[in-house]
């Protein structure tokens, strides 16, 4: 069951980091470099809930296998 949790916490968070990350890709146009885009992302820390959130589904599926 808990396999189950952690997968939806991990999905939440993919899911709130890449909507975050998306968003931020709408500076690009108004003139943000790509590299200052790529520093932008690294400061701000709502950017690493996607990571984590893959982190942690993959996690939950690699138990929910065994």
Partial sequence: MWQW???LIGFG???AGGTV???YLNLVPAGLTWVEFLLLVKMRP???LFP???V???LA???MKE
């Fill in 5 to 7: 949790m952690l997968l």
């Fill in 56 to 58: 942690l589904s993959l």
């Fill in 21 to 23: 990350t998306i968003t």
């Fill in 61 to 63: 599926l690699i138990c």
């Fill in 52 to 54: 984590s959130g893959l």
């Fill in 13 to 15: 968070l993919s899911v």
């Fill in 46 to 48: 709502e950017c690493y």
